[in-house]
């Protein structure tokens, strides 16, 4: 059976039509912009959604990830990574650096980033994603020479971290790449793996050393305030036996001025006066005393008196006995 000619020219005009027709419409995803090139011209930016070009290669679109958070790892790759930048082809070259004071470290870091202008992004640099990589391996092995190995390890990698996104953006924005970027994070900073356990002996001591050192910090914390307090109370009970031997002694003073004053106004009664509280105080603890006037011819009869007194038996008291009645 022969197909007229007729038949094959309106076939192919329905290709035709079916094809231009399918290559007329485009979707751009909701995290992304689309960039129409009109004959390899910018013609436009489109929004998320269904949209509308001119077919058979008038048109053309790019679709560009504005809205999505973008990451390049280096010195190590993750499995399933839908950037194809996202990964090197030789990760050990990357991570392979050597640092200020001459010693070999094994870097690994991620750089994240997000596209803030698709024009620039497009337009300005033949690959800007490849660009990105290079400058950040730059940035970071510049830094990482500028420092030793203990900073990279241990208490630099913040500050260096900080200082490597500082440098990156600045270059980034000097080249007008349409980039922002958003972190650098340091992750795994080892030594290479001859000197591994040499340098966690090294670590294991300097941990020893900074516990020893809370340690004596915190006997300190305990044992100096509880001097200090008990030196405190010491000084106090020092100073309050101070005073008060100080006001007894005042008032001691005061009062043997006062007596002074007293016995020269009129010196015979406040000696006699002072004369009696004085046996007043003195006599009540003597046993067996004796009093005589000084007119008393003689004192030997007395004391032989007071003796016999002493020595004779007191007599006891009679109990009464009941007295019968009869009736």
Do not use: C
């Amino acid at each position: 059976m022969e197909i007229s000619p007729q038949k094959i020219l309106v076939g192919l005009i329905a290709l035709i039509v079916f094809i231009g027709a399918f290559s007329s419409f485009y979707t751009v995803p909701t995290d992304s912009e689309g960039i129409v090139l009109r004959l390899g011209k910018y013609y436009g930016t489109t929004q998320p959604g269904l949209h509308f070009k001119l077919p058979f290669g008038i048109d053309t679109r790019e679709i560009i990830p504005v809205r999505r958070q973008l990451k390049m790892e280096f010195g190590y790759a993750t499995g399933g990574a839908s950037n194809p930048y996202q990964v090197a082809q030789e990760p050990e070259d990357e991570k392979s650096m050597v640092t200020g004071d001459l010693n070999a470290a094994s870097v690994e870091w991620v750089v994240q980033y997000s596209i803030s202008d698709s024009q620039k992004y497009l337009f300005d640099l033949s690959s800007p994603s490849d660009t990105l990589r290079d400058i950040s391996e730059a940035v970071m092995r510049e830094i990482v020479g500028d420092r030793t190995v203990d900073e990279v390890l241990t208490v630099g990698r913040q500050e260096a971290e900080v200082e490597a996104l500082k440098r990156l953006q600045s270059i980034v924005d000097s080249l007008r790449m349409g980039m922002h970027i958003d972190q650098v994070q340091l992750l795994n900073v080892n030594p290479p793996h001859e000197v591994q356990t040499s340098f966690d002996e090294v670590n294991r001591a300097q941990q020893e050393k900074e516990q020893m050192i809370q340690q004596a910090r915190g006997e300190y914390n305990k044992l100096v305030p509880r001097a200090k307090g008990e030196a405190e109370q010491k000084i106090s009970a020092a100073q309050g036996y101070a005073t008060k031997r100080v006001n007894e002694a005042q008032g001691d003073a005061g009062r043997f001025i006062a007596l002074l004053t007293e016995y020269q106004k009129a010196p015979d009664a406040t000696r006699k006066r002072i004369y009696l509280e004085t046996l007043g105080e003195i006599l009540p603890n003597i046993p067996g005393k004796v009093i005589l006037d000084d007119k008393v011819p003689q004192f030997l009869p007395m004391m032989q008196l007071q003796q016999l007194r002493l020595t004779q038996p007191q007599p006891q008291p009679q109990q009464q006995q009941p007295t019968e009645y009869s009736r």
